[in-house]
């Protein structure tokens, strides 16, 4: 398992918003190349609002694999969050309701994923049946005709959070561009997750405070009512 390296013009692939070859760089090519880039930016600055606006975690999970797929035109996508020492996974797209798998769990330190997490950086298999064939076996084969497997880590500070991963049943040719797209798409995933997982732990505590006050006040009243001058059967039929 080697980081993404790939220096053979012949393999790369264009963004799929406009194809272009690399080795005939006229000012036509170039100029469509620049507007790639602007469509980009403007694609991702889309997608980077829509993610950071919304603030139901698991939606915000979801958004994101779905544009990771659409983006790099991979098959599969999956999210795994980081638990304690294992990475469960959040949220996929790309194949048919399978709802039993959310919340599987690999060891990081078994996985390409979790080697992900532990250096900080991306990963990419070629031929994934040959590279790895337990990680195909365990978590690859039963969505099918799987060649390769790209993940990027989700680092929020200094510390991955997860990581984004696509399978894809061809060859190597579009690595480089999904590796790309994937780490402009990353910082916003970061972001989302984050804002998200803040919201939700402020409404958490939002409601144990206010379960604390309801019962606080239950507590009071019926120390009011056991100290007052009723009789025994009113406390009882109040209580």
């Not at 220096?7 to 620049?34: A, G, M, R, S």
């Not at 950071?52 to 797929?69: K, P």
């Not at 990081?108 to 979790?114: D, I, M, N, R, Y």
């Not at 910082?187 to 803040?198: M, Q, T």
Request: hydrophobic share 35%; glycine share 4%.
């Amino acid at each position: 398992m080697d980081e993404l390296k790939n220096n053979n013009t012949d393999n790369i692939t264009e963004f799929p918003f406009c194809p272009i070859n690399p080795q005939k760089q006229t000012c036509e090519t170039v100029t469509c190349l620049t507007q790639q880039h602007a469509n980009e930016i403007e694609t991702l600055l889309s997608i980077q609002q829509a993610i950071t606006s919304q603030l139901n975690l698991g939606e915000v999970l979801q958004m994101i694999a779905d544009e990771a797929r659409r983006l790099t035109s991979a098959k599969i996508s999956f999210l795994y969050v980081l638990e304690d020492n294992s990475l469960s996974l959040a949220a996929y797209s790309g194949l048919e309701d399978n709802s039993n798998i959310i919340g599987q769990t690999i060891p990081v330190e078994k996985s390409l994923a979790g080697k992900s997490i532990l250096t900080g950086k991306p990963y990419f298999l070629i031929d994934v049946k040959e590279d790895d064939p337990r990680l195909f076996s365990q978590a690859l084969k039963p969505f099918g005709n799987i060649t390769c497997y790209l993940t990027v880590p989700l680092i929020y500070r200094d510390h991955s959070i997860g990581v984004i991963a696509i399978a894809n049943d061809s060859d190597n040719k579009d690595s480089e561009n999904s590796l790309r797209v994937l780490s402009m798409l990353a910082p916003s995933a970061v972001i989302g997750i984050e804002n998200a997982r803040l919201y939700q732990e402020q409404q958490e505590r939002r409601l144990e405070a206010e379960g604390r006050h309801q019962m606080s006040e239950s507590l009071r009243v019926m120390l009011d009512i056991v100290n007052s001058n009723r009789s025994l059967d009113e406390i009882l039929n109040y209580i």
